[in-house]
């Protein structure tokens, strides 16, 4: 099996030759030092080779190369010809003249997330194709870039919005460059950097700073659904809006468990959080607050709604800020962090990664997705158990060891 830094390597030869990854996927490495992807099969008695794309900065990584090897295989599978397939996009990409029409040929070919392609989309309906859908590819400059990236920037105040707008463009000029338009692409002299940055998504917090925020926050004026929210947050690892739009009657108290519908899941799955004991003591809080309301945590004016998308991360904010006044050891967050410290603090006590992404929802791609469909509910009910002992352990100031062959048992 081939690594990144294995295919970077690479040298050219006098001749072609080819370096073998896995499941049929192969390099190939012409003389002139092109590296690609490729898959030899066989399909109605004929042998076809399908080119998966080129390998480096302008053309596709190594798992990117093995998500398109898997689509490959459903094709064959279905009794169709990765090949021609490839050569009928490679054709209606050839007939494209404007910049709108790669845009959308761009946006039926890639393969991402459905939420990612929606929010995709609507930046092109609304930002891009209104300026640049009718001009040819050399018509773009980095100029017209840079200048239409800085007046959403300012005019709006929407910096991420800008540079998504500088990635949509640079992928849709990557997309038809790999198809054989000899142009240049104008995102290449605008970096996203020149047009904002932005804090990193890597942020955990650590046991000191748990025990700072849920210290804190017992004495930020706030309703006490919120504190409720905001560990439960941190026990079940769920996304904010997945905890904001709940309702009661995904909640199993005698097994407890709380079973998120797939309608409401990213990746359009359901999703079963099995509740430690802690966990199961917030939700009869909330139930008891919650009145006559279907919703976990309804507004606090209108009980047939859910509350604010804002509220969480709001009181967050305030009681980092009291922190601060405080000399504290507490830097900003968010809600969403609250997961990530989960992860990142489960993965450091020696918990099994496979249980933590289940715990997650975060679905695996790839050759490992189709052999691993394991939910691990006892090993996940039993982690998530001591996840909560450690938690309330860190805020009272005592440390909880967990029992990692326990969980594996």
């Known amino acids: 099996m081939l690594t990144d830094t294995q295919i970077k390597n690479l040298k050219p030869a006098e001749k072609l030759y080819k370096m073998v990854d896995r499941d049929g996927l192969y390099v190939a490495v012409t003389p002139s030092g092109v590296v690609s992807f490729r898959l030899d099969y066989r399909l109605n008695g004929r042998r076809e080779t399908v080119v998966l794309g080129q390998y480096g900065p302008d053309g596709i990584s190594l798992s990117e190369a093995r998500e398109r090897l898997i689509a490959a295989k459903k094709e064959i599978a279905s009794g169709k010809s990765p090949a021609k397939e490839k050569q ?40 891009i194709t209104p300026i640049f859908g009718r001009r040819l590819l050399k018509e773009i400059t980095s100029e017209d870039l840079r200048a239409h990236c800085e007046k959403i920037k300012t005019s709006r105040n929407a910096p991420a919005t800008a540079v998504h707008v500088r990635e949509i463009v640079s992928q849709v000029f990557r997309f038809a460059i790999e198809r054989g338009h000899k142009v240049p692409n104008p995102a290449d002299d605008v970096k996203a950097s020149a047009i904002a940055t932005f804090k ?6 650590s046991p000191d700073e748990i025990k700072v925020f849920f210290q804190e926050l017992d004495r930020v004026p706030t309703l006490p659904t919120i504190r409720l929210a905001l560990r439960l947050v941190l026990l079940t690892m769920v996304r904010k809006g997945e905890l904001l739009n709940a309702t009661w009657d995904e909640v199993d108290f005698v097994g ?4 998120i519908p797939a309608v409401r899941m990213k990746a359009r799955r359901a999703h079963v959080v099995y509740l430690s004991q802690q966990a199961m003591d917030i939700m009869i809080a909330l139930k008891t607050c919650a009145g006559g309301s279907k919703f976990l945590l309804p507004s606090r004016y209108e009980g047939d709604k ?9 009181v967050i904010t305030v009681t980092v800020g ?27 006590a020696g918990f099994n990664t496979d249980w933590i992404e289940k715990c997650l929802a975060h679905e ?9 469909k394991a939910e691990y509910a006892e090993q996940r009910k039993d ?9 309330d352990g860190w805020i009272a100031g005592t440390s909880v060891i967990p029992v990692l062959n326990r969980a594996a048992a």
């Open 364 to 372: 695996q791609k790839g050759v490992r997705a189709i052999y691993n």
């Open 383 to 391: 982690m998530l158990q001591q996840w909560a002992d450690m938690v």
């Open 322 to 348: 009291q922190a601060k006044e405080k000399d504290l050891l507490l830097e900003d967050f968010t809600v969403h962090d609250l997961r990530r410290t989960a992860s990142t603090l489960l993965h450091e």
């Open 200 to 205: 990193p998504k890597d942020r955990a917090l």
């Open 256 to 259: 407890a468990k709380w079973t």
């Open 88 to 127: 009928r996009a490679l054709q209606k990409t050839k007939e494209a003249k404007t910049f709108g029409e790669f845009t959308n040929l761009w946006l039926n070919d890639n393969r991402m997330a459905e939420s990612t392609k929606a929010m995709r989309k609507s930046i092109v309906d609304r930002d």
């Open 306 to 314: 859910g509350m604010s998308n804002n509220t969480l991360n709001r």
